[in-house]
Each structure stands twice: as structure tokens, then as C-alpha cells.
């Protein structure tokens, strides 16, 4: 019985090491002022970006943000996935990301994108505008992404 509960745990232990794992803080300063987001909200964004980026079985953990017991704080997410496979006969498509005028969610959006965008050697950066000196500042990329 023993023998057999190590190797199930040797063999999620394999699997979970063949998952790519990304770390980033936010600690949310624009300008002249503090943003805070809730942590389902930040988690919901790194999530819509690695999809778009075509990884699966995604596992996104935040902590920090907005909590109705405690103070607003800085969040600390943490993401787990599987990176595509390609076979090459893939066709790379265009893919755009912008900010919502109203909430663009600047510098947030801009860390989920730059902290994640080193895994994904199919996705390239074809135009970008992700420059955030202020909280209503707007951000747009232009990726060509091969899944």
C-alpha cells in the first residue's frame, strides 16, 4: 500500500514539475496615486491573457488586494499552466488587447502581460502602446500567436 501511494505521488510530482509556473507582485502605484484591484478580478485578467496565449489547465492564485477584512494591500499572484503544443502546421493569428476606455487598468494589465509574455515563444509582439504614467492612462498590443 505504501509502495503504491509513492508512486502516485512520484507521478503527480512529475506532472507538476512539467508545469510552467509565473510569479509577479502589483503593487498597484500610477502616477500619483494607488490602484488596488480585488484579487478574483486580477486573477480573472491572468487568466483571459494566458488563454489568449493559448495555455491550458491554467491555475491562477492571488493574494493581497482588496479584502473587506483588512486593508487594501499590493497583490501576489501566482500562475500554473501548460505552455501550447504546436506541431507546425499551426497559423498564427492576430490577437489584440486593449484597455477598456473607461477602466483601462493600465499598469495591472501592462504587469500580467510583461510577467507572462517570456514563457510564450509562439506569441510576438507586434505593436504595443503600454506606457502607464497615470491610473487613466489606456494600453493596447498587437500579438501574432501561434496555438
Keep these: 500500500m505504501k509502495f503504491l501511494a509513492g508512486l502516485c505521488f512520484l507521478a503527480l510530482s512529475f506532472s507538476a514539475m512539467a508545469r510552467e509556473r509565473v510569479s509577479f507582485f502589483y503593487s498597484g502605484v500610477e502616477g500619483w496615486g494607488n490602484s488596488y484591484y480585488a484579487c478574483d478580478y486580477v486573477q480573472d485578467q491572468t487568466e483571459r491573457v494566458l488563454e489568449m496565449f493559448g495555455a491550458t489547465e491554467v491555475m491562477v492564485y492571488c493574494t493581497g488586494g482588496i479584502d473587506m477584512n ?3 494591500s499590493p497583490v501576489s499572484v501566482q500562475a ?3 505552455l501550447p503544443v504546436l506541431n507546425g502546421s499551426e497559423i498564427p493569428q492576430t490577437v489584440k488587447f486593449v484597455g477598456d476606455s473607461l477602466s483601462p487598468n493600465c499598469g495591472l494589465n501592462t504587469t500580467i502581460v510583461r510577467s507572462l509574455l517570456p514563457k510564450f515563444t509562439n506569441v510576438k509582439v507586434v505593436k504595443k502602446s503600454d506606457a502607464c504614467a497615470f491610473y487613466s492612462s489606456n494600453f493596447s498590443y498587437e500579438f ?4
Design 80 to 82: 500554473y499552466f501548460e
Design 144 to 147: 501574432l500567436v501561434t496555438k
Design 70 to 72: 483588512r486593508f487594501p
